[in-house]
């Protein structure tokens, strides 16, 4: 199996993980549950993203980079929707601060169905 394939198995099972914590009653041990599932799932879609396009010859070392060449690409709509999961992921990784953690939470909740999108273009284009 390779790379990208092994990638994208890791990915389908942190966000069918992600989907089950975001199916939970949000009390607050839920939220910081979701909330750190979703930082997993953001760092493997985005190492998905970078594997993809390296596949396609295109490098990118950065998140945003990989956003904008994925977008080029149409394995995603709107890299400044996926921004927004990048803002959300670095803000919970070096604070915490319940407000935070409540709109990271709300944009977690976004973030399954832009996965099962991204899931889908890459296993149609190969």
Known sequence: MSKLN??????????????????????????DATIQ????????????????NRGQGLECRSPRNCFRTAA?????????????????????????????ANEVYKTAARFPNNIDSLLDKIKYSQ
């Open 6 to 31: 092994n990638i994208i198995k890791e990915l389908s099972n942190a966000n069918n993980r992600l989907k089950e914590a975001l199916g939970l009653e949000p009390t607050q041990i839920h939220k």
């Open 37 to 52: 599932r979703f930082e997993f799932t953001f760092e493997l879609a985005w190492k998905t993203i970078q594997s993809y």
């Open 72 to 100: 080029e690409l149409k394995i995603i709509k709107s890299p400044e929707t996926w921004f927004e999961f990048l803002e959300a992921r670095n803000l919970i990784a070096h604070t915490y601060n319940e407000k935070i």
